[in-house]
């Protein structure tokens, strides 16, 4: 099935309305056990099922995943996808700091750019707010690189409604990424109406809930403390069994469409007029391509509405991030 191209913010960069998230690819930093060329493989199916938006950032892996990105692309045409990276993370007093200085930020376009081994790239985010830049200061610098041709698109992430205000106040911000999933839903109220009036397109991560909302887990389970999930609260409950309660709603209308539970989440979001682009994240090449599947997927109005409401409970019950902001 083809879907309509979606187009990020007033740009002309153009993607599908699913893309995939790199964290595990080179984020060893991130997940314990990664293999590279298990990340190389898993970019390659994404771009071999026709996912156009690739999603990385400097922090995963500092700097890893972006090599292995660019290694993984070079065998594909560079105008046939769409590249989006992120950075903001500053190590060089020895720990890391959040800085949006403009200075800074241009040089890590330049570095993100190395390690991708290309000349350009479509999304540049701003992974993270400072304490102390201007924040139409830091989108200027953004700016000036689009006008030499480095970057397409100007987006933030993890940004507040406030911060995201001040970073459009020059009408230059195209595309914010932030939390958001049918657990985590508290931007419906406020941030995504402003996105949608100001023509800014939004990018929902951790779409699947860390793996909640795939369907696959039950009520007795626990993690490794050096697992990421063992810190979020989505696995705690309450809120765990309420999320398994609102997931097995889920499962009829997935076995109507003889798609999975993860599918059916996906398309719920393809489907949501408020979402641009959703990044689920995969570990396997076969994760990929099952996410691939979802594209295939479309919900009838009735089932639509049917996952809204099951899940509508997470609409006003904000347990915030599911992991801290570096401060």
Request: glycine share 8%; aromatic share 8%.
């Amino acid at each position: 099935m083809t879907h309509n191209m979606v187009t990020i913010g007033k740009t002309d960069v153009q993607t599908t309305p699913l893309g995939l998230g790199t964290n595990a690819v080179g984020g060893y930093n991130l997940f314990p056990g990664l293999k590279d060329e298990d990340g190389i493989n898993l970019v390659q199916a994404g771009l071999n099922q026709g996912i156009k938006l690739l999603d990385t950032a400097f922090v995963y892996g500092l700097g890893h995943s972006e090599e292995l990105v660019g290694q993984a692309m070079h065998a594909f045409d560079r105008h046939s996808f769409t590249l989006a990276t992120k950075g903001a993370q500053d190590f060089s007093s020895g720990e890391q700091i959040i800085n949006n200085d403009p200075q800074f930020l241009t040089e890590q376009v330049e570095a993100s750019l190395k390690r991708l081994n290309t000349d350009y790239l479509d999304i540049y985010y701003i992974h993270f707010p400072d304490k102390q830049t201007p924040k139409a200061e830091a989108i200027g610098a953004l700016q000036r690189l689009r006008e030499q041709g480095k970057i397409r698109a100007i987006g933030v992430s993890n940004f507040s409604l406030e911060q995201v205000k001040e970073a459009n106040a020059d009408g230059y911000l195209d595309v914010v990424e932030d939390e958001f999933s049918l657990l985590h839903r508290d931007h419906e109220t406020d941030l995504l109406p402003y996105l949608k009036d100001h023509q800014i397109s939004f990018v929902p991560y951790f779409p699947l809930a860390s793996g909640l909302l795939t369907g696959k887990y039950t009520h007795d389970v626990s993690f490794p403390a050096d697992d990421i999930r063992s810190q979020i609260s989505d696995f705690q409950d309450p809120r765990y069994s309420q999320a398994l309660a609102a997931i097995e709603k889920i499962r009829p209308i997935a076995k109507a469409h003889q798609a999975t539970v993860a599918q059916t989440v996906l398309a719920w979001y393809m489907q949501n007029p408020l979402i641009g682009v959703v990044i689920p994240g995969a570990k396997k090449a076969t994760q990929v391509e099952a996410n691939a599947g979802a594209l295939d997927v479309t919900l009838n109005t009735t089932e639509y509405q049917t996952i809204d409401e099951a899940f509508a409970g997470f609409r006003t019950v904000t347990s915030g991030k599911s992991l801290a902001d570096p401060d």
